[in-house]
């Protein structure tokens, strides 16, 4: 059974850091794509970052977070630096289908089936 498991979310200040970790289960993160979304309240899910071979941000949080595997705990983390107000939301590990993921499948969420309960960040000003 595949599944994802997400932590690390709170709350920070405006211009500091805070690390997401996801544990996968039933398969090994070394294989596989991993992607990074999340959902502000009232808006719709988006990309954030992903994670196969090569490694794939969104605009808005290029140059700040930085998407790594922990092979040897099978994890996938986000390390969120100079976060922003409009980083708050609820983020969203998922693990992807079989196969080779080009950026653009990286950013995909069609391409993930299996996805955590999520865990909430909030950024206070």
């Known amino acids: 059974q595949v599944y994802v498991t997400e932590s690390g979310g709170g709350v920070v200040q405006e211009g500091h850091s805070l690390t997401l970790s996801c544990a996968l289960f039933g398969r090994t993160v070394s294989s596989y794509a991993m992607g990074w979304f999340r959902q502000a309240p009232g808006k719709e899910r988006e990309f954030v970052a992903g994670?196969?071979?090569?490694?794939v941000y969104a605009d808005s949080v290029k140059g700040r977070f930085t998407i790594s595997k922990d092979n040897e705990k099978n994890t996938v983390l986000l390390q969120m630096n100079s976060v922003k107000p409009e980083d708050t939301a609820r983020y969203y590990c998922?693990?992807?289908?079989?196969?080779?993921?080009?950026?653009?499948?990286?950013?995909?969420?069609?391409?993930?089936?299996?996805w955590g309960q999520g865990t909430q960040v909030t950024v206070s000003p």
């Open positions: 998922a693990t992807g289908r079989v196969g080779y993921f080009t950026d653009t499948r990286l950013r995909q969420e069609s391409e993930y089936p299996f």
């Open positions: 994670i196969q071979w090569t490694t």
